[in-house]
């Protein structure tokens, strides 16, 4: 689904789904966003060798330049369906500028678009409030590793999309393909698995 979002038509900055050119800047952004360290969060479990969810994966560009990203997965909560977000990160040279808001307000129309009924993610509570996630539709939930209560929040786009979710939260979504490495030997190459 390509589409730009309400960002003003002088700007220079776009929206899109994300492509595979978008993956090295992505990663840099991530990494001067959250650190080495973000591959230690409890949500990284939920991702980590797993696809993002079908047309759930944005990027923001300003004049070519990677600026944004956001990405949505598919997870159950004992057979209830739903997406965790994240990560969300803007360069540090555009903070401050909504430009959060509408990566989020623009991947949860799309999650709805696409028939999804609720979203998870762990954040900062009064951020993320704006968009109506709540600490207490998680209250039954378990994530795969600690979290802090007050931050693991839910979002219903669909009335009581998660009355019935409880127990360990899980991915459910398209695993990522393996890498084939390429081994040399002598002055031939063999493929290996």
Do not use: C
């Amino acid at each position: 689904m390509k589409s730009v979002s309400n960002i003003p038509s002088h700007s220079s900055i776009t929206l899109h789904a994300e492509t595979r050119f978008d993956v090295v800047a992505r990663e840099r952004l991530l990494d001067a966003a959250f650190g080495l360290s973000r591959f230690e969060k409890t949500s990284e479990r939920l991702r980590d060798g797993f696809l993002p969810a079908d047309g759930l994966a944005f990027s923001m560009k300003d004049k070519g330049q990677l600026i944004g990203t956001i990405r949505l997965w598919n997870i159950s909560a004992r057979g209830v369906p739903a997406l965790l977000l994240g990560p969300l990160a803007i360069a540090a040279s555009h903070e401050g500028q909504g430009l959060g808001s509408k990566l989020i307000r623009h991947a949860l129309a799309h999650a709805a678009l696409r028939g999804h009924k609720a979203v998870l993610l762990v954040g900062d509570a009064p951020y993320y409030a704006r968009f109506g996630f709540k600490a207490d539709l998680t209250a039954k939930l378990v994530l795969p590793g600690p979290v802090d209560r007050a931050r693991f929040l839910g979002l219903e786009l669909v009335e009581s999309a998660l009355a019935q979710a409880n127990g360990a939260v899980v991915a459910i979504g398209r695993s990522m393909p393996a890498l084939r490495a390429v081994e040399p030997i002598g002055s031939h190459e063999r493929r290996v698995a």
